[in-house]
């Protein structure tokens, strides 16, 4: 087992399987697999694709960075609460748009 640093990711010593064709992934194929990646829920070939796509795109490493991040600035977000007065402020601000939209 290795430590891709660039992918941030924990390589097992499985072997790289031998795919029959070369498919390239580009970044639109990666953002997509990006969940199924994560969870390891992807065939070895796909994430030996996929692994090669995004040591050459830092556009989509900085998006999983990014994605990973995610669940942790939520929860974070989540457990802030907001002050009195600006929950109040922005109660009055929200009733008032809905009273004239109306």
């Known amino acids: 087992m290795k430590r ?10 499985e072997g790289a ?8 992934y580009n970044c639109k194929d990666s953002i997509n697999l990006l969940l199924q ?3 390891g829920e992807m065939s070895p070939e796909d994430t030996q694709h ?3 796509h995004l040591r050459g795109c830092s ?6 960075r990014t994605y990973r991040a995610t669940p942790g600035l939520c929860k974070k977000a989540l457990v802030a609460k907001m002050p009195k007065e600006v929950s109040e402020k922005l ?3 929200l009733r008032s748009k809905i009273k004239s939209a109306s």
């Open 4 to 13: 891709d640093e660039a992918l941030g990711i924990i390589e097992r010593n």
């Open 50 to 52: 996929l692994r090669e």
């Open 17 to 24: 399987p031998q795919p029959a064709e070369v498919r390239m």
């Open 91 to 93: 109660t009055e601000f």
């Open 59 to 64: 556009p989509c490493v900085d998006f999983l």
């Open 37 to 39: 990646f994560l969870d």
